[in-house]
């Protein structure tokens, strides 16, 4: 049974109230259902945690799938707080061991101490920006990709601890141009993204395997 870890970094704050991401969570949850054998757990950044007991969430899942706004061009500063704090309670305790070096040769190996191998992740992002701002010659973020930009750094966190990276998906123009369709259109988009990504168990060959007990 996949175990799947759902973080909703959708900070309260301001003029965000972090709608949208709930939304996504909510879509997850309809998909991530018994009938799919799948199991899920979330946490909610807005809610009090205790970072070890978020540390254990980590270390059962085989899939933390990430749900975050980007705020000017970063993630939310109590999303950070809690990535801090929580992977710092996981320091050689099930998170990372350390940055993979040794004493006896300093200058190679950074980043191999992570312990989470053999899991994967999985990340949203949510933008007011549209997604020509990343894609049309002399546009903002010149030609530059969400993951091979401004994600990068968050990409290779994840690297540190040993996860593997799934293909995300990135929700564009939320803000001028958030009309029913273009939100309609993106229910369906994701959703298809999950049944791409996260394959349903076989029913078929569940009965079988329990036939042949």
Known sequence: MKKIFII?????????????????????QDYFTAENGFEIKTTDINEPYEPAKEVEKYTWADVIIYHTPVWWFGLPHKFKEYLDLVFTAGHKNGIYFSDGRSSENPEINYG???LLHGRSYMLTTTWNSPETAFTLPGEFFNQTSVDDGVMFGFHRMNAF???????????HDLEKNANPERIET???DYKNHLK??????????????????
């Open 8 to 28: 909703n970094g959708g900070q309260h704050f301001a003029q965000s109230g972090g709608k949208f991401n709930k939304s996504i969570v909510t879509w997850d």
């Open 112 to 114: 191999t101490g992570g």
């Open 161 to 171: 601890i040993g996860l593997e990276k799934l293909e995300g998906f990135h929700f």
């Open 186 to 188: 993106y229910i369906s």
């Open 196 to 213: 791409t990504i996260f394959k349903p168990k076989s029913k078929t060959n569940e009965n079988i395997r329990n036939s042949n007990s």
